[in-house]
C-alpha cells in the first residue's frame, strides 16, 4: 500500500457549483475499503455506471484517472500540464477536464475536475480507482467519515457538536491552501511527545515525519531493534520512492480519543515541509488508525471530532459494494 496525499491543488480548479437546497439536508454516501483507502461512489451525469472514487480528506481537489476521463469524455483538448506536489515528489502531472455534472448520492454539483495517471491506486487488488474525492467538495459540510460503519455523511455546515471528543484546527493561521486540511494536537501515550497530526483518510497507514521519530527515541540508522526498513519505501503518484522504515507507535490521544499502538511508518516525505512541520513532531493520521472511529471534520475544517464507532470494525470491500 502506498500513501496518496495530494496537497495545495485548489488554485487549480474551480469550487464546485450547486443549486442551494429549499432546506438543510443531509447527504447518505455507503463507503467501502479498498486496498485499504475509503472509497465511494460517483456517477456523472446521467449514466448509471458508479464510478469509485477513494475520499480524501487531504487531497485538495478532486481527481480523475486520465484512462477514465478518456473513456467518459471528459477530456479538454485546450487544458494544459501542469506539474504539483504530491507526497513525495513534483512528478504528478495534472490537466483540467471539462465542466461536468456530478452526483454523490443525493448531492448533484457541476464542476470541472483535474486528471491525472491514478492506475498505481489499484494496488494489489486490480480493482480500478476512477478518482480521487478531495476536501474542494468535501469541506462545504460538516464530514463524518465511519469507515465502520461504511458511509460517509455530508451533513449541512454548523451542525457538528462539539464536545470533549473535538479540537480546533491545531492549525488556526494556515496557508490559504491548507484551509481545508484538518490538523489536530495529540498526544503519544506513555511519553511527554506531542504531535501535530493531519487527518488523511486517503493514506492507507499513518506516517511519523522525522522529528516526531527522534522525540520517540526511535533510531533509523540500523541501532534500534524496535525499527525495520520497508523495502518498498513509500511513492506516491510519481515516480520518487522516498526511504521508510517501520516501528510500533504507543498509541495516540486526542482528547477524549484514544487508539492503541500500531506499526506506523518512519519517513521524511517533502509533505511535511509543504505544510510547514519539518521540524515540529509531526504525522499524517492515516486510514489504519480510524477503521473504528468515526472522523468528523467541520466545514472549512475549523473543528475536528474523533469518536469511537458504534458500528464493529470493517475488514475490506463487502461484496455488494464491488
Known amino acids: 500500500m502506498r500513501i496518496r496525499t495530494l496537497l495545495a491543488l485548489a488554485c487549480m480548479t474551480t469550487p464546485p457549483l450547486m443549486a ?11 463507503m467501502w475499503m479498498q486496498g485499504g483507502h475509503p472509497a465511494v461512489a460517483v456517477q456523472l451525469g446521467d449514466s448509471v455506471e458508479p464510478l469509485h472514487f477513494v475520499i480524501d480528506s487531504a487531497a485538495g481537489a478532486t481527481i480523475v484517472d486520465e484512462a477514465t ?9 485546450a487544458s494544459v500540464e501542469t506539474r504539483v506536489e504530491g507526497a513525495t515528489d513534483r512528478s504528478t502531472v495534472l490537466r483540467r477536464t471539462r465542466n461536468a455534472s456530478w452526483h454523490l448520492g443525493t448531492f448533484a454539483f457541476d464542476a470541472a475536475m483535474l486528471q491525472t495517471d491514478l492506475s498505481r491506486l489499484a494496488g494489489r487488488t486490480g480493482r480500478r480507482i476512477d478518482g ?3 476536501n474542494d467538495v468535501t469541506s462545504r459540510f460538516d464530514t463524518t467519515y465511519d469507515i465502520a460503519a461504511q458511509q460517509v455523511l455530508l451533513q449541512p455546515a454548523g451542525s457538528l457538536v462539539h464536545d470533549d471528543a473535538c479540537l480546533r484546527n491545531a492549525l488556526p493561521v494556515r496557508d490559504a491552501s491548507m ?59 510519481g515516480e520518487r520512492v522516498v526511504e521508510t522504515w517501520l516501528a510500533p507507535l504507543p498509541g495516540l490521544r486526542m482528547g477524549s480519543w484514544e487508539h492503541p499502538t ?9 509533505v511535511f515541509a509543504s505544510l510547514g512541520l519539518k521540524e515540529r ?15 468528523q471534520i467541520g466545514s472549512g475544517a475549523e473543528w475536528i471530532c474523533l469518536r ?15
Open 132 to 134: 480521487i474525492l478531495g
Open 20 to 30: 442551494a437546497p429549499a432546506a438543510p439536508q443531509t447527504h447518505v454516501l455507503p
Open 262 to 270: 500500531q506499526e506506523v511508518r518512519i519517513s521524511e516525505l517533502p
Open 281 to 295: 513532531p509531526a504525522l499524517i493520521l492515516g486510514a489504519d488508525a480510524m477503521t473504528d472511529t468515526r472522523v
Open 179 to 237: 484551509q481545508r486540511f484538518g490538523f489536530v494536537q495529540m498526544q503519544v501515550p506513555g511519553t511527554d511527545v506531542e504531535v501535530i497530526a493531519v487527518v488523511d483518510t486517503g493514506a492507507a497507514q499513518t506516517v511519523l515525519n522525522a522529528a516526531a521519530a527522534a522525540a520517540l527515541g526511535f533510531r533509523t540508522d540500523g541501532s534500534d531493534a524496535r525499527v525495520t526498513v520497508r523495502a518498498k519505501g513509500t511513492q506516491g503518484l
Open 69 to 77: 476521463a478518456r473513456r467518459r469524455g471528459l477530456e479538454d483538448a
Open 308 to 322: 469511537r464507532s458504534e458500528k464493529p470494525q470493517l475488514q475490506d470491500t463487502p461484496a455488494a459494494a464491488r
